[in-house]
């Protein structure tokens, strides 16, 4: 009696905490769709693990009338999660080397009035980067799919020695979500890029690269303030940009294209149509970060 007792009580408290959980995840779910937070995505995803944990024990318990204690059913439940996860991270993966999605998108001018979306976190931006002078340069824009459209807008300092790169990513949520690239020239070739995209690339960087990204950096202001700091531990003298930025960025794309390709993270165009983009180097680099960024908010090192 005092076993079967337990173990009712048991299940009533993991009912509960069930319950909240799932409360608590529906209420995170509906929040990220107005707000398209990173930081919010991964408190999704443990919460995901953590209610596929109690509901395999619930099942397995009231359904199936298991006799196993509930500690092991729990313990199943969170190792199991990762494999069923990880089958369908490989199986998005290979769908997008088989897609029409560009990795690397042509941009070209936006003259359609819309780069700037109309929301008041956007526009206290807006009104912050005129507060620390930086000046709008050009407004550009890329085709992705299924008529979605990467917006970018592109500011440079007083100086022209810092470009910042605002970039409004578009969700399935009808919404959109705002990364941050700071970038800057040294006089001895070397392009120093500090960004807070939160999507997985796992290929390569041109060797003149030193690329630092902090997806857990919502905050442009913040993300600006460590670019400074990586500046200010360098003793060469910066180099003005000069270049339109869509020469400049549509460049950047050809360069880190052809890297990866010569460093087998792309297959080369002639083998897209039959294989994919991604070669199995190159779609294990992106499941990995994947999984970091979605559970943790850690990229590669680059």
């Known amino acids: 009696m005092d076993l079967a007792a337990d173990t009712?009580?048991?299940?009533?408290?993991?009912?509960?905490?069930?319950?909240?959980?799932?409360?608590?995840?529906?209420?995170?779910?509906?929040?990220?769709?107005?707000?398209?937070?990173?930081?919010?995505?991964?408190?999704?995803?443990?919460?995901?693990?953590?209610?596929?944990?109690?509901?395999?024990?619930?099942?397995a318990k009231v359904i199936f009338d298991s006799e196993s204690p509930e500690w092991l059913w729990l313990a199943?439940?969170?190792?199991?999660?990762?494999?069923?996860?990880?089958?369908?991270?490989?199986?998005?993966?290979?769908?997008?080397?088989?897609?029409?999605l560009p990795l690397f998108p042509s941009f070209k001018i936006n003259r359609e009035g819309d780069a700037w979306p109309n929301q008041s976190r956007f526009i206290?931006?807006?009104?912050?980067l005129r507060e620390e002078k930086f000046q709008h340069v050009q407004s550009l824009k890329a085709d992705l799919v299924d008529g979605q459209i990467?917006?970018?807008?592109?500011?440079?300092?007083?100086?022209?020695?810092?470009?910042?790169?605002?970039?409004?990513?578009?969700?399935?949520?009808?919404?959109?979500?705002?990364c941050a690239v700071f970038s800057s020239l040294t006089q001895s070739g070397t392009r120093l890029v500090t960004d807070n995209i939160y999507l997985p690339f796992g290929g390569f960087y041109p060797e003149n690269w030193e690329v630092e990204r902090h997806p857990w950096i919502r905050s442009t202001e913040a993300l600006m303030c460590r670019?400074?700091?990586?500046?200010?531990?360098?003793?060469?003298?910066?180099?003005?940009?000069?270049?339109?930025p869509i020469n400049d960025l549509n460049q950047q794309q050809k360069v880190?294209?052809?890297t990866n390709t010569e460093l087998g993270f792309l297959l080369p165009r002639s083998q897209h149509e039959e294989h994919g983009i991604l070669t199995w180097e190159g779609r294990y680099r992106v499941w990995k970060e994947a999984w970091l960024l979605s559970y943790f908010g850690l990229p590669r090192r680059y």
């Open 227 to 244: 670019h400074l700091k990586r500046l200010a531990g360098r003793p060469e003298h910066l180099t003005p940009f000069i270049d339109e």
């Open 76 to 100: 199943t439940g969170f190792l199991l999660w990762p494999m069923l996860e990880t089958m369908y991270t490989w199986l998005a993966i290979r769908a997008l080397s088989h897609s029409t």
């Open 256 to 258: 880190i294209e052809r």
């Open 150 to 178: 990467l917006r970018v807008s592109v500011f440079n300092d007083a100086e022209a020695n810092i470009r910042l790169q605002v970039m409004f990513l578009p969700q399935r949520t009808g919404n959109v979500s705002l």
């Open 8 to 59: 009712m009580h048991a299940l009533d408290a993991l009912v509960v905490i069930s319950g909240g959980l799932l409360g608590l995840y529906a209420g995170l779910t509906y929040l990220q769709q107005s707000l398209a937070s990173p930081v919010l995505t991964i408190l999704c995803h443990w919460l995901r693990w953590t209610l596929f944990a109690c509901f395999l024990t619930l099942a």
């Open 124 to 128: 206290s931006l807006r009104e912050w």
